[in-house]
């Protein structure tokens, strides 16, 4: 039986999170669903990102596909919630695991797919969702605003800009 939040040591707490100075803030309060989210995280990631996904009431399809491609666990990333009953996996953004994702996201409700996830490539945080069932996610700085914006211009129906001091978080 898995211990609470607090039960887990510090050292075993803590690993990668989103720690940018200089970042795009999307906030997608017009979104029309969360398929479309989802839809449009190739169009910003591409085969060397991983999706992290946290959740504790994932659909029964949905946690047996995370399963199934989940990437043996690489990179420690600091627990984006505190539940005791939340459950994580890493998943390539691969062309096929984005593709079945992004059908199940069709049919399936967000929490269902997630409660929080995040973007990482090698042990860098480029996505940060945990604050996603507000409709708010943040980018990386490094990723050129002309992605940003298309992404934004999908069904999305997304608003960005500029945070520079990362304090507006």
């Given at each position: 039986?898995?211990?609470?939040?607090?039960?887990?040591?510090?050292?075993?707490?803590?690993?990668?999170?989103?720690?940018?100075?200089?970042?795009?803030?999307?906030?997608?309060?017009?979104?029309?669903?969360?398929?479309?989210?989802?839809?449009?995280?190739?169009?910003?990631?591409?085969?060397?990102?991983?999706l992290?996904?946290?959740?504790?009431?994932?659909?029964?399809?949905?946690?047996?596909?995370?399963?199934?491609?989940?990437?043996?666990?690489?990179?420690?990333?600091?627990?984006?919630?505190?539940?005791?009953?939340?459950?994580?996996?890493?998943?390539?953004?691969?062309?096929?695991?984005?593709?079945t994702?992004?059908?199940?996201?069709?049919?399936?409700?967000?929490?269902?797919?997630?409660?929080?996830?995040?973007?990482?490539?090698?042990?860098?945080?480029?996505?940060?969702?945990?604050?996603?069932?507000?409709?708010?996610?943040?980018?990386s700085?490094?990723?050129?605003?002309?992605?940003i914006?298309?992404?934004?211009?999908?069904?999305?129906?997304?608003?960005?800009?500029?945070?520079?001091?990362?304090?507006?978080?």
């Amino acid at each position: 039986m898995m211990g609470g939040y607090r039960h887990i040591p510090l050292s075993q707490r803590l690993g990668i999170s989103f720690n940018e100075n200089g970042y795009w803030r999307v906030d997608m309060a017009e979104a029309e669903c969360f398929m479309y989210f989802i839809a449009g995280l190739r169009q910003i990631f591409g085969d060397s990102n991983v999706l992290y996904v946290e959740g504790t009431d994932f659909d029964q399809e949905v946690e047996a596909f995370y399963k199934g491609f989940a990437k043996p666990k690489s990179t420690q990333i600091m627990r984006l919630l505190r539940h005791p009953r939340a459950r994580a996996y890493h998943m390539p953004l691969s062309k096929e695991a984005h593709k079945t994702l992004s059908r199940l996201a069709t049919t399936k409700t967000f929490s269902g797919i997630c409660d929080a996830l995040l973007v990482y490539e090698n042990d860098r945080v480029v996505m940060d969702g945990s604050r996603i069932a507000e409709r708010m996610v943040l980018f990386s700085g490094e990723l050129p605003e002309s992605k940003i914006k298309k992404f934004c211009a999908t069904r999305v129906h997304g608003t960005y800009e500029w945070i520079e001091d990362g304090s507006e978080t």
